[in-house]
């Protein structure tokens, strides 16, 4: 019985969902504004290593075209703190810390529309042989540079929902 009742009941709620508000943040596609926004963003030089794993991961999710409407600047911090240490003093593991601060530039005005901070931890094990480890730190720095890129992609789109910018700005 409970069974023939649950499409039922599902059917009688989705008027319900209509009403609610939301809206999908991609709406429009590659003609919305999300993708117009994306599309106009240039990503100014970020120094060192962890500073051009997250521009081209940026790069990669924005995939801009045309003349930069914006640029985006970014400053990262990058840390490496040891957590757990043994009885003769030695780390047995240890905390990467991968955080942005990013601004969004209006390239015409060079206003500043969006000024956000973004950031993500990992956790490494510290073991006997120094190789793994410089190995599991590297792989960690890779795996945060592309979950901060991914927090900054969606800050952007919720912006450009937001302010729902014209596809021809």
């Known amino acids: 019985m409970i069974r023939r009742a649950a499409p039922l009941l599902l059917i009688a709620c989705l008027p319900l969902l209509a009403g609610c508000g939301l809206r999908p943040l991609y709406a429009g596609g590659e003609s919305g504004p999300v993708r117009a ?14 500073g051009w794993l997250v521009s081209t991961a940026l790069r990669d999710r924005l995939r801009a075209e045309g003349a930069p409407r ?3 600047q970014i400053v990262l911090d990058d840390e490496i703190t040891g957590l757990g240490v043994r009885r003769d003093d030695a780390v047995t593991r240890e905390r990467r810390t ?3 601060r990013y601004q969004l530039v209006d390239a015409a005005s060079g206003e500043t529309v969006l000024d956000a901070t ?3 931890d990992v956790g490494i094990d510290v073991v006997s042989s120094e190789y793994a480890t410089i190995a599991a ?4 720095l890779e795996r945060l540079s592309g979950i901060v890129a991914d927090q900054i992609i969606a800050r952007l789109a919720l912006y450009a929902q937001r302010t729902d910018a014209p596809a021809g700005q």
């Open 37 to 50: 926004l994306l599309s106009g963003v240039e990503v100014a030089p970020i120094p060192g290593q962890n």
């Open 70 to 72: 914006y640029r985006l």
């Open 98 to 100: 991968l955080r942005a």
């Open 118 to 120: 973004a950031g993500s």
């Open 137 to 140: 730190e590297q792989s960690a």
